[in-house]
């Protein structure tokens, strides 16, 4: 089964999301905490299982 443009997105964003962590020196667990996620809930976003909601976060 194909991947829809949605799934796609949702890839891409969590593989950049990982790339930027691990380039500022981040454990998952560490970037998940600093902003105010569960790690498996950041895992999930850098495996692009799930579309983070932005608006929560946008206040901090």
């Known amino acids: ?3 829809s443009g949605k799934d ?3 890839r891409k964003l969590g593989l950049r999301v ?3 962590r691990k380039e500022r020196g981040y454990s998952q667990e ?3 905490d600093a902003c105010g996620l569960h790690r498996t809930y ?3 976003i850098e ?3 799930t579309n983070p909601a932005l608006s929560p976060h946008l206040g901090r």
Request: aromatic content about 6%; overall charge neutral.
């Open 1 to 3: 089964m194909a991947a």
């Open 8 to 10: 796609q997105i949702q």
């Open 18 to 20: 990982r790339e930027l």
């Open 30 to 32: 560490g970037f998940a």
């Open 42 to 44: 950041m895992g999930s």
């Open 47 to 49: 495996r692009g299982e």
